[in-house]
């Protein structure tokens, strides 16, 4: 049974960095796409940032284009989110998930998701 671990969240001032990393162990993961999402209190988990097994793939929601880069290291079975420029609105809980679906068009979806990180509190303070 696969396991994925968030770390790296914290409290940051607006236009400050973070940098998440997403660690799976129990399985390899390198043939998943893995997926950021974020849900802020009283909100929907809402899609982030995805990228697919081999890498050379990636998606992002508009809100965060041009500001976070999402990567993979394989050999590693990690996935990361570098985030730059943060802004008050980024704060939320921030769930690092793996999905089998090899279509893009699935990546933004939670649904299509099959395995799922604890999370890890991001807080941008203005």
């Known amino acids: 049974q696969g396991q994925l671990v968030e770390s790296g969240g914290g409290l940051v001032q607006a236009g400050g960095s973070l940098r998440l990393s997403c660690a799976a162990s129990?399985?390899?993961?390198?043939?998943?796409?893995m997926g950021w999402f974020r849900q802020a209190p009283g909100k929907e988990r809402e899609f982030v940032a995805a990228?697919?097994?081999?890498?050379?793939?990636?998606s992002y929601a508009d809100s965060v284009k041009g500001r976070f880069t999402i990567s993979r290291d394989n050999a590693k079975n990690t996935a990361n989110l570098q985030m730059n420029s943060l802004k008050p609105e980024d704060t939320a809980v921030y769930y690092c998930?793996?999905?089998?679906?090899?279509?893009?068009?699935?990546?933004?979806?939670?649904?299509?998701?099959?395995?799922w990180g604890q999370g890890t509190q991001v807080t941008v303070s203005s």
């Open positions: 129990g399985r390899t993961f390198s043939t998943y796409a």
């Open positions: 998930g793996a999905t089998r679906s090899i279509y893009y068009s699935d990546f933004p979806d939670p649904n299509k998701y099959d395995y």
């Open positions: 990228i697919n097994w081999s890498g050379g793939t990636t």
